[in-house]
């Protein structure tokens, strides 16, 4: 089974779907509000592990009743969570999301706990692969790159500053259409594999500026786009891991992120790889 870390965060979402987003400035009221557990590290763990990989995630949480929340569907899921530690005088992450009925979303992260997630509390065991994000410090990524010796993954979301060396390390980079366009030119210091998600427009895997694949994902009626692009992540590591053709992890990733569109909130809608493959026919 294909062994899997990753190091991210965990964050209680509390979300409010309405029927359209409010604009700068604006209130929308009459929305619907649920608690699901979420954090783009918490997220791509439990995708992971429903399709199929051994997964650990080395995360921080609150020492506080939102972190049994948060924690209860990667517990059920089967996600090691040895190296996942509550800490005092920090909460548990949270994430205050508007669903549109659309599917589309906003989110602005209280992180608390996660931004405690230093390079000296961590011990990272040997693993197929490692999967990072960056809503953690940047400095831990930094030190997890440099000290892992296997497949290095790294999701530049939310996007921010991250060392040359990160880029340089990763074998490979994802990213979304707007923060493709954030990095801009400091991508090509990327040696490894790109990939780049344009939502229902589907995905493009590209190294040393070539496109080695291209694909659209299944057709499917989006209720929830949440987490989508964290399946995704976790879908193609885990893919390219197992050894499949970057065509065909590419095209597992993205019915993987449709598939987790169809339903509502973060981590209840993550696929499992019998519905993954359904969608691919
Ligand atoms: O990628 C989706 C995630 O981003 C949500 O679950 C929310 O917690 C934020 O971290």
New binding site residues.
């Given amino acids: 089974m294909t062994s899997i870390i990753v190091i991210g965060?965990v964050?209680l979402?509390i979300v409010a779907s309405a029927d359209r987003l409010p604009g700068p400035g604006e209130t929308v009221t009459g929305a619907e509000l649920s608690r699901f557990p979420?954090?783009?590290g918490a997220?791509q763990a439990l995708a992971a592990a429903k399709l199929g990989a051994e997964v650990s995630l080395l995360a921080h949480v609150g020492n506080d009743a939102d972190a049994n929340d948060a924690l209860a569907l990667l517990r059920a899921g089967g996600v090691d969570l040895s190296g996942c530690k509550a800490v005092e005088h920090a909460a548990t992450g949270v994430?205050l999301?508007a669903v549109a009925s659309s599917g589309e979303n906003q989110?602005v992260?209280a992180p608390g706990a996660n931004r405690t997630l230093s390079p000296d509390s961590l011990s990272i065991p040997a693993a197929d692969a490692l999967l990072c994000q960056l809503?953690v410090p940047t400095e831990t990524i930094a030190h997890a790159a440099a000290s892992f010796d296997g497949f290095f993954c790294v999701n530049l979301?939310p996007a921010r500053h991250v060392d040359v060396a990160v880029l340089q390390r990763a074998d490979l980079v994802i990213v979304n259409e707007t923060e493709s366009a954030w990095y801009g030119d400091s991508l090509a210091a990327c040696k490894g594999m790109i990939a780049t998600t344009f939502g229902a427009a589907g995905a493009v895997l590209s190294q040393d500026g070539v496109d080695i694949a291209r694909t659209k994902p299944p057709r499917v009626e989006a209720v929830d786009t949440?987490?989508a692009?964290?399946t995704f992540c976790a879908a193609l590591t885990v893919a390219l891991v197992e050894g499949q053709s970057p065509g065909d992890a590419l095209a597992f990733a993205c019915a993987a992120g449709a598939a987790t569109a169809t339903r509502q909130g973060?981590q209840p809608s993550l696929p499992g790889r019998e519905e993954v493959l359904a969608l691919l026919g």
Avoid: F, L, P, Q
């Fill in positions: 965060s964050n979402d979420g954090g783009k997220n994430a999301i989110i992260v809503e979301a949440t987490a692009g964290d973060a």
